[in-house]
């Protein structure tokens, strides 16, 4: 089949990838424009198109899709297929209706649950125990479209929204291709996405701050799931204290006010919260490498009834 490929970050390269492997003839993929990094202000190149240049296919990166001459380019191309991962932005009705087997999506839930851009991370923040990822024929709506093909996936007890990404990607690009297949050989019949549909919301850093005063098994939850981005955070003694790794206290001793540190070993810190006790067993201070809390009390005093937050 003749493609375009629309998609930006490291979850839409493993499917780019595969469609190339499969045999597909990728014409262009459109992506996201460069970005500047750091305090240099170097601009970086979206992984899809690092990929994408790779194979020397041509790569256009409009900032607004609609508003640019790269419909033109489409309409000259004449894919058989867009398939669309993680582009981040909205398609227009006349690229929508373009392509002979229409606009095809890659979308890491079990739709029509968290459609939106962070399915992956509120999977694991909600402690769900499956996830897994939909193909779909898009339309004008935010991932509202019938459904291809579905693929479930068991989350892991200690399952991360860094775990879980790396696992759907890999998932979402096997299910592409049997898609794709399936599509050329006209045996998909477009289902139409039924039940309670919600909406996973984008990521910022606020989302990230820990308060205390929810259940431990609640925070340990967002602890993963904002593992590696953005991450989930408090504060020490005025830095920013970063908490990459923890476990829950079921039934601590005692009755210390939520977001005080309660005990020390070099197993973990342990801070009371609303419901349960938080073991802290990996962070990073503001300012120094991520450790183990007992690397970190090695070099760091902490005292009972030191207060986080």
């Not at 939850?221 to 923890?246: C, E, H």
Request: proline share 6%.
């Amino acid at each position: 089949m003749r493609v375009v490929f629309m998609g930006t970050p490291d979850f839409a390269v493993g499917t780019l990838d595969a469609i190339i492997r499969a045999g597909h003839e990728v014409e262009a993929v459109i992506t996201q424009p460069d970005k500047p990094h750091g305090r240099s202000g170097k601009l970086v190149f979206p992984p899809v198109k690092e990929k994408a240049l790779e194979y020397n296919i041509p790569v256009y990166q409009p900032v607004k899709l609609r508003q640019s001459d790269v419909i033109d380019k489409l309409k000259e191309i004449n894919p058989d297929v867009i398939v669309v991962v993680a582009f981040g932005q909205i398609l227009p009705t006349s690229v929508l209706e373009l392509p002979r087997y229409g606009c095809v999506n890659v979308h890491a839930s079990l739709l029509p649950k968290y459609r939106g851009a962070a399915p992956i991370q509120w999977a694991v923040i909600n402690g769900d125990e499956e996830s897994g990822v939909t193909t779909m024929l898009m339309n004008d709506g935010i991932d509202t479209g019938d459904m291809l093909k579905v693929r479930r996936y068991k989350l892991a007890p200690k399952e991360t929204g860094g775990s879980l990404f790396d696992k759907l990607s890999i998932l979402g690009a096997g299910l592409l291709i049997e898609t794709l297949d399936d599509l050329e050989k006209g045996v998909l019949t477009p289902v139409p996405q039924t039940g309670e549909a919600t909406y996973a919301g984008k990521l910022d850093k606020s989302l990230g701050h820990i308060d205390f005063m929810h259940p431990a098994a609640e925070i340990e939850r967002l602890i993963r799931g904002l593992n590696p981005w953005p991450s989930a955070y408090t504060s020490l003694d005025g830095k920013t204290l970063k908490i990459w790794q923890a476990d829950v206290d079921a039934s601590p001793d005692t009755d210390k006010a939520p977001g005080t540190v309660y005990a020390f070993d070099k197993n973990g810190i342990y801070v009371m919260t609303g419901d349960g006790g938080l073991i802290i067993r990996e962070l990073q201070l503001e300012g120094r490498k991520r450790m183990s809390a007992g690397d970190f009390l090695r070099g760091y005093t902490i005292k009972e009834d030191t207060v986080l937050g």
